[in-house]
């Protein structure tokens, strides 16, 4: 069996929402287009042809969805969308959904689609109403919080497979214990914790510092394994992926392992890059309208961004983690670790015996 994932982005860098830290907003500043418009319907054909004239047997496909904000494309570009699918998949194609949506637009409508069609939909919620409506504001710069989570109580009624991300910011990293009991108390299991980055040119009063990343886990840990004792699993995506690379197996988030692969990011133009994190013109490797899947996985500029020198800490060398390590997804680890202090040693240095135990203990059961 194989498997296929691809991240298209309908509506471009549109977006209903002016979140302070949004990360795709100063990827596009740095593009000649900011904006691609929404996707045209002879464009997501071409995609959606590609991606079947090359996998012409056994797999699993994931088409995702992402901004942006993709539900600004509209419901109708979904409904197309899957349409279209359905009639070029075969009997031997596996296919699944994922969306990564702000929630502001959800309704019945949008409910009843995920529902319908599997889709794994992340909604992005930026823990409790206070720190929330802080950072995740309209276009007249009012708090979001009430609005989503409304959207995320319809999206739990038509019981559609929900996960949650926050963007951990410097401000956020303070609050670790009121964080997880929001979680708690609203019932949220699955939760991807995302570091805030500083921009490409300038620093962010909300990007996290290694320091901080440190003291939020320090403080997160120990409340979530408490709760695994009791045997409930809450699933954070950072201690996810530490517990499986101590199992010795491939973790589920890109770069974990240290190193990069290509992702399919697709712009609403057709424009594929490796990385949603590097969706800037000198990074583009084709376009799916004039090449297929072969003539971007053979690109020059593909090739140079996997073979790109990523900066490492002066305490790498040494670092008994480098094997499960290596230095992280090159543009997150700037949150991980500065010249002289990696907050990801520190963690795992501290909580070494409690990670082998968890993962011995799924490799057991």
Known sequence: MKYFNILIKPASSKCNLHCKYCFYYD???????????????????KIIDRVFDYFDEETTITFSFQGGEPTVAGISYFEKFIEYVNSRRKEYHIINYAIQTNGYLIDKKWAKLFKDNNFLVGVSLDGFKENHDSVRVDNNLKGTFDRVFKSLELLKKYKVDLNI?????????????????????????????????????????????????????????????????KGEYISFNYFDNL???????????????????????????????????????????????????????????????????????????????????????KRMNQAYFNEDYCALYKFMSKYEEELAYIAQFYQNN
């Open 165 to 229: 991300l926050t963007v951990l910011t410097n401000q956020l990293s303070k609050k670790a214990e009121e964080l997880f009991e929001f979680y708690l108390k609203n019932d949220l299991k699955v939760i991807q914790l995302i570091p805030c980055l500083e921009d490409f040119d300038s620093e962010s009063q909300y990007s996290l510092k290694p320091e901080n990343f440190y003291k939020f886990y320090d403080k997160l840990f120990p409340l979530w394994f408490e709760k695994l004792k």
């Open 27 to 45: 990827v596009v500043s740095h593009r000649n287009i900011k904006d691609y418009g929404i996707m045209s319907d002879d464009t997501m054909k």
């Open 243 to 329: 517990i499986t690379l101590f199992m010795g197996k491939m973790p589920f988030q890109c770069g974990s392992l240290g190193f990069c692969a290509m992702q399919f990011v697709t712009e609403a133009s057709g424009n594929v890059y490796p990385c949603d994190f590097y969706c800037l013109d000198q990074y583009c490797v084709g376009n799916f309208e004039k090449d297929s899947i072969t003539d971007l996985l053979k690109s020059d500029r593909l090739k140079m961004f996997l073979k790109e020198e990523k900066r490492m800490c002066s305490l790498c060398k040494s670092c008994k983690f480098k094997g499960i390590c290596n230095g992280q997804c």
